[in-house]
């Protein structure tokens, strides 16, 4: 599955995301935040060599629970699952390496 490139408009339920089979990248942020924009080609460069890998961007903010539900704080917070459980978590990452090394242990 290629990069989302646009934030979900209904966001999935936790019981969902809990549920999901598979590799899954949540991606936890805002369209008009500067560190979410700034981080997409990292995230885009790490996700080519792992087409798949669900990604799923999620606005986040105030009234958002699924964010709420895992605890964001910074945006962006990458949180890397597999089978519904989350295994690593990224929050503001600065380089494509630490992004593509979590994705390899998901997959």
Known sequence: MAMSRQ????????????ASHGPLL????APWCGWCQGAQPLIAQALAAHPEVRHLKIEDGKGRPLGRAFKV????TLVFLRDGQET???VRPQDAAAIAQALAGIV
Request: net charge negative.
């Open 73 to 76: 704080k910074l945006w962006p």
């Open 88 to 90: 690593t978590r990224l």
């Open 7 to 18: 934030y979900e408009i209904a966001e999935p339920t936790r019981a969902e995301i809990d």
């Open 26 to 29: 949540l991606e936890f942020g």
